[in-house]
């Protein structure tokens, strides 16, 4: 079966990239299918954290030595972490889709994780290390999480 109203174009990286129709069902690219798994990936992850950040936020906050000692503290603690977190997940839910919103939606991703990282990282440094062992691995997955994001990025359709 021959593949109709195709479009064929190159992604950032040269790639070509092809979607269209094959026969009633819709084709889309491998690179696409790939950037959209990786969106969707990260939109459960930031689901996950929001959701745990508000239903658990005591717990959530010890792992990094916070307390929250009143409903003020859990409050403001689940609506920062928990509330932001919910809403880039519904964000980039959104932008997976449609893959003409994927690219932004990973681009997104990588910003928000780069910010989280450099923040993160820079506090490290002037802490000069003396800090709870979580925040190297929490460094270390947004780091590879920006990585994917932005190679994902590249092989999305412009």
């Known amino acids: 079966m021959a593949l109709k109203h195709s479009t064929q174009s190159q992604d950032l990286s040269g790639t070509s990239v ?3 129709t094959l026969g009633h069902k819709h084709f889309v690219s491998v690179p ?3 950037a959209r798994a990786v969106l969707w990936l990260c939109s459960l992850l930031f689901a996950l ?3 745990a950040s508000v239903l ?10 916070i307390e929250l000692p009143t409903a003020t503290a859990r409050i403001d603690f689940a609506a920062t972490y928990g509330g932001f977190e919910l809403g880039v997940a519904a964000f980039l839910a959104f932008c997976a889709q449609s893959h003409e919103r ?12 780069a910010g989280f990282a450099l923040t993160r990282g820079i ?3 002037l802490a000069k290390g ?6 190297y691995p929490v460094l270390a997955l947004e780091l590879s999480g920006v990585a994917l994001c932005l190679w994902a990025a590249r092989r999305a359709m412009a």
Request: positive net charge.
């Open 32 to 34: 696409m299918r790939l």
């Open 102 to 113: 994927v690219r932004l939606g990973l681009l997104a991703t990588a910003f928000c994780l």
């Open 49 to 51: 954290f929001g959701a």
């Open 56 to 65: 658990a936020p005591r717990f959530i906050a010890a792992t990094a030595g």
């Open 18 to 20: 092809l979607s269209g």
């Open 130 to 135: 003396e800090v709870r062992p979580i925040l």
């Open 123 to 125: 506090g490290i440094v």
